[in-house]
């Protein structure tokens, strides 16, 4: 029986040499939604396992933010830096803090290209690659220069896992937990969030602290990549190289049968074969034999797949998340609540607020359903915003207006957008464009990120607080609206039964 590592080289050979099957299996069934399927089988410990790993991936990815907060910290500072060059302009504090954010564009905009290419699985094992090496040129770096090269090789690694972690858990997971499974990655990623506040905290006072806060990332991604070494290819991926002909399919089938029974554990019994069938079978009908170019991107269902992904993703960011968290220390120390304006201890706070509330959102989100929370969530968001705009603009002296709404959006934001926004881009897409509509939306994602980040001060100095957490709440006004009319329930729908029904 041929091994996870085996049926990737056999398809990446076959895609490289451009070799076509002239095997045949007669698969006769209905479409999914017409007829039954057969009941997705698994062990609960053989589905969390292909999470765990992927899920690193965002750990990582929500390290490096908390870290970071310290670090830069630890890098200005003439007595605790334990370097030379530690008075930096504020420009280039700014490359240390973004650094890994143009990384990660980087990275997206390289998964575009690569991505159905390597597959889920091995796009993964780089990343790990990327995070590992960023981790230790951040750390070893003896000057300015290299410890940004490894700050932008770090970068690269989130971007490629943000895009292949929600790929690859979406593909393997079992439709009935596959969105708390989905979820909990935005889970993991809080949760790197407060290790790396609490690391950072208590590595503050340490001389060169920032090298061993940056270093602790390197074992993390040598466990992710051994991981991901182990767990087996995407049947789903598998499927779709055979059905376009990258290679033998009698053999790539077996394979995928061969990797799911992996996926699911002993309880998937005899039924593999017949799950494999019923998504080969789906695919055939769902027109999956061809390769989407760049043009078929922008028609048809995909452009429907893209306007669902990359405009949740992009009122993700536009209501204002990347600021409000930015400048959660700032808003404390504005309200007056001088005992929570350390950076640390207010991010520390909020952190440990976001990871309970992304636990919540887990456990509901498969039985109450994706809209439901983004209606309810995204609501929440909005009338948060019109707090903080009024507090800033007419209600300055009355703190608890500030300190509160803060909290109802950070708590209302992990219940929708947070993990919601990364379900359904992970859910919506076909097959044979998910790898390519995935690596726009993290792009998306990443470059509105960047945007409101670096617009927030401007925009701030030239209208005022108040007014631009007006704007903000106005755009989550608006993004209700597109959540009401565009958003679909998946709630409980294989990958291949969403496509047939909403795209």
């Not at 490289?16 to 069934?29: F, T």
């Not at 969030?193 to 990332?217: D, F, K, N, P």
């Not at 992304?358 to 994706?370: E, I, N, Q, S, Y």
């Not at 007014?467 to 959540?483: D, N, R």
Request: hydrophobic content about 50%.
């Amino acid at each position: 029986m041929a091994t996870a590592h085996d049926t990737e080289q056999l398809i990446v050979s076959s895609i490289d040499k451009g070799e076509n099957s002239s095997s045949e299996i007669n698969i006769v069934r209905e479409p999914l939604l017409e007829g039954e399927h057969h009941a997705e089988n698994y062990s609960i410990l053989s589905a969390v396992l292909p999470f765990l790993f992927p899920a690193f991936g965002g750990l990582l990815y929500g390290y490096d933010i908390g870290a970071t907060s310290s670090a830069t910290i630890s890098i200005e500072s003439a007595t605790l830096s334990g370097i030379s060059w530690y008075d930096l302009s504020s420009v280039q504090t700014g490359l240390i803090t973004s650094g890994s954010l143009y990384g990660a564009l980087i990275g997206s905009a390289v998964a575009f290209q690569i991505a159905d290419w390597l597959g889920r699985r091995r796009e993964l094992i780089v990343s790990a690659l990327f995070y590992f090496l960023g981790a230790l040129v951040t750390a070893f770096a003896p000057v300015y220069v290299i410890l940004v090269i490894g700050r932008l090789l770090y970068g690269v690694g989130i971007g490629l896992a943000m895009h292949a972690a929600p790929m690859y858990i979406a593909e393997t997971a079992p439709s009935q937990i596959r969105g708390q499974l989905i979820s909990l990655k935005e889970f993991f990623i809080v949760f790197g969030m407060l290790a790396g506040y609490t690391v950072g905290s208590l590595l503050i006072e340490t001389v060169a602290g920032w090298r061993y806060m940056y270093g602790i990332s390197a074992p993390l991604a040598v466990i992710m990549g051994i991981g991901m070494w182990w767990l087996p290819s995407s049947p789903r991926w598998i499927l779709l190289c055979a059905i376009q002909g990258k290679g033998e399919l009698q053999g790539l089938r077996e394979n995928a049968i061969c990797c799911l029974c992996q996926l699911r554990g002993a309880a998937i019994g005899d039924s593999a074969s017949h799950q494999v069938d019923d998504i080969l079978s789906e695919l055939s009908q769902l027109s999956e034999e061809k390769e989407a170019t760049i043009g078929e991107m922008l028609q048809g269902k995909c452009l429907k797949a893209l306007t669902i992904g990359a405009g949740l993703i992009l009122f993700q960011q536009i209501t204002g998340q990347p600021s409000v968290l930015y400048y959660a220390a700032k808003i404390f120390q504005d309200a007056g609540f001088s005992a929570a304006a350390d950076a640390t201890r207010a991010s520390v706070f909020l952190a440990l607020l976001k990871l309970i509330m992304t636990a919540v959102a887990v456990v509901v989100v498969d039985k109450l359903g994706r809209r439901p929370l983004l209606l309810g969530g995204v609501s929440g968001i909005a009338m948060s915003l019109f707090l903080l705009g009024s507090y800033y603009t007419f209600l300055g002296d009355v703190p608890a207006v500030a300190v509160t709404a803060l909290l109802l959006y950070v708590g209302c934001y992990q219940l929708s957008f947070g993990p919601i926004g990364w379900l359904m881009i992970s859910e919506i897409f076909p097959l044979r464009v998910r790898g390519r509509g995935l690596s726009i939306t993290v792009l998306v994602n990443f470059g509105a990120n960047a945007l409101v980040t670096f617009a927030f001060s401007p925009l701030q100095d030239l209208l005022g607080a108040g007014t631009v957490f007006f704007i903000f709440g106005g755009i989550a006004v608006l993004s209700l609206v597109f959540i009401f009319f565009i958003i679909p329930e998946t709630k409980g729908l294989t990958l291949e039964e969403i496509e047939a029904k909403y795209l």
